[in-house]
């Protein structure tokens, strides 16, 4: 008898035209805290290793990084049609979406109720991005060394404003050093 979890269930083509659709509905101000929580904790189709360094290719490459972890979400499990499948769900519903509200804000966004329910939603959704961060930090436990790279990008992005690529060019040679001494020690 070994003490092995059950295998990991795979999606088929529909379940991540399903799944993608549905997080891009619902994932308003924070599309990646709402993807990891259906991936990692519903479907059980990555673990929280697996999307963390999804998300962090996905960051570092350009273009949205949500955009990019779909893409390499659905081609994991099924190669180009996923890679289309997956966004291509994730931003259709949203799109349209957006269509309307974008004509409904045109009429109506300079009505004070309206201005206050967008800074609402403007801090919830700041809210759920660090409440992610968070909770990825206390899964996968990442050794002293990388949650010290990760402190630094924090500092430098969100505190003294430097753009992102300059962070993520400053940064990755200590980040790959840190893991690659982490790997090492193993």
């Known amino acids: 008898m070994t003490d092995e979890p059950p295998p990991r269930p795979v999606p088929t083509l529909l379940d991540l035209f399903l799944t993608y659709g549905k997080i891009g509905l619902i994932g308003f101000g924070g599309i990646n805290a709402w993807a990891r929580r259906v991936l990692v904790e519903e479907k ?11 998300l962090g290719l996905g960051q570092v490459l350009p273009g949205p990084n949500a955009l990019n972890a779909s893409i390499m979400v659905g081609d994991r499990f099924h ?15 949203p799109l349209i979406l957006l269509a309307g509200l974008a004509m409904f804000y045109d009429a109506y966004g300079e009505v004070p109720v309206v201005k206050a329910v967008l800074a ?22 990442p050794p002293p ?7 630094c990008a924090l500092v430098a992005a969100g505190l003294f404003r430097v753009p992102l690529p300059y962070v993520v060019l400053g940064l990755a040679p200590f980040g790959i050093l840190a893991a690659y001494r982490v790997l090492r020690a193993k």
């Open 44 to 54: 059980r189709w990555l673990t929280d290793q697996e999307y963390a360094e999804t």
């Open 79 to 93: 190669g180009a049609a996923g890679a289309i499948v997956a966004p291509g769900a994730m931003f259709g519903g």
């Open 120 to 141: 609402g939603i403007a801090a919830a959704a700041a809210g759920m991005v660090i409440g992610t961060a968070a909770k990825m930090t206390q899964k996968i436990r």
């Open 145 to 151: 060394s990388l949650l010290a790279v990760g402190l």
